[in-house]
């Protein structure tokens, strides 16, 4: 098996709900949510965010790509990007889509060919050249996406349903939950269960405590909440994600002073930025 230092990954969009530009968030970026995971040469996708355009202008240097997309959910913020997929427009590249939280209602092919249907948009899904599968499951199945690569999933709180993904390889694991809210009369169980004992845990902080008195019931969760749940569960190294649009560099900064302070080694998403297994403590995960 490939050792740790194969196993990334790699921020292309943070931001929630809508993509944002403006001088004051250059330092963690406006792009909505992506993240690109390598596990020993594999890759797997997160999210189609309009961060998933410049991941595309990345891997559009690869040849021969064949890499796995999976969906924490539909909504537009995190598949926006897929009509805007450079390498999906290469024959000899491949994808495959999963989701987790359609059947038995829907399909995840159904949802992004009504999102490339006029009038919302002007060509079809079907404008795309490389080969291309879709893969539905059920929230909470255990899937083996490649040869050393484990992926266990469970149902996240969010209005339509989310799904959260716990990536195992190489001794190591990173979990992925973002568009998520937690409970206010205990901790949610599902979220302690994928994130028990991980290296490292990507949560959706949209939030403040205080904010957050305001917006319930919205689908997201708190700073706060993801650093309790992270201690609850004995997680190694917890990252703040899906920031608000509102939220701009010097409130970020802010976060990122707080939840140093409440929990050390704990980090900020910034788009570019890039996590590996490393020694360095308190986190199992360095920044490069």
Avoid at 55 to 64: H, P, R, S, Y
Wanted: with cysteine; net charge negative.
């Amino acid at each position: 098996m490939s050792g740790n230092s194969d196993f990334y990954v790699r921020f292309w969009g943070v931001r929630g709900s809508v993509a944002c530009s403006a001088p004051d968030i250059v330092k963690y970026g406006g792009n909505t949510s992506t993240l690109e995971v390598r596990a020993g040469g594999h890759i797997l996708i997160f999210d189609a965010g309009t961060g998933l355009r410049y991941l595309g202008n990345a891997l559009i240097k690869e040849k021969n790509v064949h890499a796995k997309m999976f969906l924490t959910h539909t909504h537009f913020d995190h598949v926006c990007g897929m009509p805007f997929f450079k390498p999906a427009f290469v024959p000899s590249n491949e994808f495959e889509i999963w989701a987790g939280h359609l059947l038995p209602k829907h399909t995840i092919r159904y949802a992004l060919t009504e999102l490339m249907m006029a009038p919302l948009f002007p060509v079809p899904l079907e404008i795309f050249q490389c080969k291309l599968s879709f893969h539905d499951f059920k929230a909470g199945e255990t899937l083996r996406p490649y040869p050393g690569v484990t992926l266990r999933t469970s149902p996240l709180n969010h209005p339509n349903g989310a799904t959260g993904y716990r990536v195992e390889f190489g001794g190591k694991s990173i979990c992925y939950l973002t568009d998520t809210e937690h409970k206010t009369d205990k901790m949610d169980e599902n979220v302690l269960n994928l994130i028990r004992d991980a290296d490292l845990v990507i949560y959706d902080g949209m939030y403040t405590d205080d904010e957050y008195k305001g917006r319930v019931g919205w689908g997201h969760s708190t700073w706060q909440e993801g650093a309790r749940l992270c201690d609850a569960a004995n997680v190694k190294q917890y990252c703040v994600f899906h920031h608000d649009p509102d939220h701009n560099d010097t409130f970020m900064d802010n976060v990122a002073a707080e939840v140093a302070k409440l929990r050390p080694g704990s980090l900020v998403a910034r788009e570019g930025m890039e996590l590996r297994p490393g020694d360095a403590k308190p986190g199992s995960f360095s920044l490069t």
